[in-house]
């Protein structure tokens, strides 16, 4: 049962491993450049608000009431945690830093929604093709225009 599902769906597996490469290689091409060895490039201006709170997931305080200063971690949270949670919870269970984390989590995502669309095109046309051709398309297409 399973060697015929991978063996049936390949492409897409390997589509959807493309897709995520595609999504993490400009922050580790940073990170891999010598004159940049040590930084790490953020994409928005809210993403050092976003890494600690998840280190601050990682290091246990799961109040998120305050990241930055020693009191307060129990106060409610401001922002909504449940991302951080996610990627907090992930790097605390395989002991990763809160940017490893999150890297390798911009890498499953993207790619297992790659194959989840690719499996509800097929599933709504019946047609290996049309999944194939949405996944890329949609997770991927929209950076183009």
């Given at each position: 049962m399973k060697t015929t599902f991978f063996r049936q769906h390949w492409l897409a597996i390997l589509l959807s491993i493309s897709i995520?490469?595609?999504t993490v290689a400009p922050?580790?091409?940073?990170?891999?450049?010598?004159?940049?060895?040590?930084?790490?490039?953020?994409?928005?201006?809210?993403?050092?608000?976003?890494?600690?709170?998840i280190n601050e997931v990682i290091d246990g305080h799961w109040g998120l009431g305050n990241p930055y200063l020693f009191?307060?971690?129990?106060?409610?949270?401001?922002?909504?945690?449940v991302s951080a949670?996610?990627?907090?919870?992930?790097?605390?269970?395989f002991g990763l830093s809160?940017?490893?984390?999150?890297?390798?989590m911009r890498f499953l995502l993207p790619a297992l929604i790659a194959f989840l669309i690719y499996l509800f095109a097929l599933q709504l046309t019946g047609n290996k093709l049309v999944g194939l051709i949405?996944?890329?398309?949609?997770?991927?297409?929209y950076t183009l225009a």
């Open positions: 995520g490469a595609i922050p580790l091409v940073w990170r891999a450049s010598p004159e940049y060895q040590g930084v790490d490039m953020l994409k928005t201006n809210t993403e050092t608000l976003y890494m600690s709170m009191e307060g971690k129990d106060a409610p949270y401001l922002f909504p945690p949670y996610i990627i907090g919870g992930f790097g605390k269970l809160a940017v490893d984390a999150a890297l390798t949405a996944a890329p398309f949609i997770l991927v297409g």
